[in-house]
């Protein structure tokens, strides 16, 4: 295996490409708040959906790290859901799954049986925008 300044066999020097460096977390969490900032009343998005939507596709619990620490009290992190439609609980005991619930059902999301939000009812659709001409 080659490292960069090191000697590869044969005495050349080898040399690995720079690498274009990934998005910080700051930039990745902004970019995950853009989204979530968009999610209107009433609507909920899953965190694989916001991941995605965010050019993050398959980092759904990056979502849920960036959800946990929301300090902007104007973000509606409540409007995120897991896959089945269910308010995740949370890892270190912290209620916040009331809170969630409450602040969903004041703007008319509703939950089945099994505390489930139909999402072919609630989940949020957003239109791409761009032209086709």
Known sequence: MQRRGGKAAGGAAGVIPARTPAPSPSTRY?????????????HVATYGQVALLAGLPGRARLVGHAM??????GMPWHRVVNARGEIS??????PGADLQRLRLESEGVIFDRHGRIPLARFQWRPVATGTND
């Open 30 to 42: 902004r970019d995950i708040y853009d989204v979530v900032a968009c999610i209107p009343p009433g």
């Open 89 to 94: 609980p949370r890892s270190d005991g912290d």
């Open 68 to 73: 946990s620490a929301v300090t902007d009290r």
